[in-house]
C-alpha cells in the first residue's frame, strides 16, 4: 500500500524559513511519473505549489515569488519544499502529491498534510 507522509510544518513568524518533508512507504518515488507540493488555505481551493518529475525538471506556482524551492531525494525516497522569507498568507495546510500514470491508469496519491501557520 502507497503512503505518503508529511512533516515540518509548524507555526513560524513572518520571514523565516521552513523545509517540508514527504516520505513515500510502500513504493519507490521513481513509480511516480510527477511529485508536487499543494496548499490548501482556509476557505480557499487546494492549489499546486512546486511540482517535481521524474526526470528532474521542476515546476511552479508564478504566484510565489521564487521563494520555494522543491527537491528530492531518490535514496531516501523523500522530496522536500524549502520555504523562505514566509509570509502570513503562505498559512496553509500542505500536501505532498504522487501522480501515477501509465498504460492502465491514472492515480494520484496524497498525504495528510502538514499545517503551516506564520504569523506577522
Known amino acids: 500500500q502507497v503512503q505518503l507522509e508529511e512533516s515540518g510544518g509548524g507555526s513560524v513568524q513572518a520571514g523565516d524559513s521552513l523545509r517540508l518533508s514527504c516520505v513515500v512507504r510502500?513504493?519507490?518515488?521513481?513509480?511516480?511519473?510527477?511529485m508536487g507540493w499543494y496548499r490548501q488555505a482556509p476557505g480557499s481551493q487546494r492549489e499546486l505549489v512546486a511540482g517535481l518529475s521524474s526526470d528532474g525538471r521542476t515546476n511552479y506556482a508564478n504566484s510565489l515569488e521564487g521563494r520555494f524551492t522543491i527537491s528530492g531525494d531518490n535514496a531516501k525516497n523523500m522530496i522536500y519544499l524549502d520555504i523562505n522569507r514566509l509570509k502570513p498568507e503562505d498559512t496553509a495546510v500542505y500536501y505532498c502529491n504522487g501522480h501515477i500514470i501509465n498504460s492502465y491508469y491514472e492515480y494520484d496519491y496524497w498525504g495528510q498534510g502538514t499545517p503551516v501557520t506564520v504569523s506577522s
Open positions: 510502500g513504493n519507490s518515488m521513481l513509480s511516480f511519473a510527477s
